[in-house]
C-alpha cells in the first residue's frame, strides 16, 4: 500500500469518526430540547409558552459542547463542494446569458439586413420604372439618405407613393388603387395574379412596365399560374 492509499484510508476513518461524533452530539441535542419542552410546555396548546427559567438554561448549557476541529473534513468537504457547484453554476449562467446575447445581436443583424434588402428591391423598382416609363423620367424628387434605416424605409414608401400619383397615375385623381397593388408586388404578396392588374389603364399600363422592364419573376409565368410575383433582386442569377 503507497503513501496515497494511507492518506485515503486515513482521510475516510476521519469523515466516519466525525460523521459518529455529529451524530451522537446532534441525537443529544435533540433530546435535551424535547426535555425542556415537555418541562416547560403550557398546559393549553393555544396558550403563550412558559419562558425558560435562567436556572434550567444554565444547567443546560453546562453540558458538553462539540465544537468543530479547525481541520474538519467535514466542513472542509462541504465548503469544497459548495464553492464547487457555485462555481459550475455561475459558469452555466454566463454562458447561458453570452449564448442568448449572441442569439439576441444575432436576430438584430438579420433583421437589418433584411430590411436593407427591401431598401434596396424599393429603389430598383422605383429607378427602374422611372426609365421605362416610355423613355419619361418622374418627377420624383431627391431624396436624401436618412440616418436610419427606419426613416430610409419611410422614404422609399414614400417615393413609391410619388411614383404612384405623379408618374403612373398622373391622368387619375385617384392613386389609391395602384399604390396598393404596387405595395403588394413589393412585398412578394403570394397571391397577387394577374387579375389584379386589371380594371383600370393605370394597371394595366403598371403591368406592361414590369414586362417590358423584366422585372417580373419568370417562374411565375401569368400562363402557367396567373401568379405573378417581382422579381428576387438578391439573387446573383438574374438571367
Keep these: 500500500m503507497d503513501a496515497g492509499d494511507e492518506g485515503a484510508n486515513d482521510y475516510v ?10 451524530t451522537v452530539f446532534l441525537k443529544q441535542s435533540q433530546e435535551s430540547l424535547r ?20 436556572e ?26 459548495s464553492v464547487r457547484m457555485r462555481n459550475e453554476t455561475s459558469r452555466d449562467w454566463a454562458e447561458l446569458v453570452s449564448g442568448s446575447e449572441l442569439d439576441y445581436k444575432r436576430g ?8 436593407r434588402s427591401v431598401n434596396k428591391d424599393l429603389e430598383t423598382l422605383i429607378r427602374l420604372l422611372e ?18 434605416l427606419s426613416d430610409k424605409n419611410a422614404s422609399l414608401w414614400a417615393s413609391l407613393s410619388k411614383l404612384c ?19 403588394r408586388l413589393v412585398q412578394y404578396d403570394a397571391v397577387l395574379s394577374v387579375s389584379d392588374f386589371s380594371g383600370t389603364p393605370e394597371l394595366e399600363r403598371l403591368y406592361r412596365l414590369l414586362l417590358r422592364a423584366n422585372l417580373l419573376d419568370p417562374e411565375f409565368s401569368p400562363s402557367s399560374s396567373g401568379h405573378v410575383r417581382l422579381l428576387d433582386f438578391n439573387d446573383d442569377d438574374l438571367s
Aim: proline share 5%; net charge negative; aromatic share 4%.
Design 13 to 22: 476513518n476521519a469523515l466516519e469518526t466525525q460523521l459518529e461524533n455529529k
Design 131 to 148: 426609365h421605362g416609363d416610355e423613355g419619361q423620367e418622374g418627377s420624383l424628387e431627391h431624396i436624401p439618405v436618412a440616418a436610419t
Design 35 to 54: 426535555k425542556l419542552r415537555r418541562k416547560f410546555k403550557a398546559d393549553n396548546a393555544d396558550a403563550k409558552p412558559v419562558a425558560v427559567d435562567k
Design 108 to 115: 438584430l443583424e438579420e433583421m437589418i439586413n433584411s430590411q
Design 165 to 183: 400619383s405623379e408618374v403612373l397615375c398622373r391622368d387619375s385623381e385617384d392613386p389609391t388603387e395602384v399604390e396598393g397593388v404596387l405595395k
Design 56 to 81: 434550567t438554561w444554565k444547567a443546560f448549557m453546562k453540558k458538553p459542547m462539540m465544537f468543530v476541529e479547525k481541520s474538519d473534513p467535514i466542513g472542509l468537504s462541504l465548503t469544497d463542494s
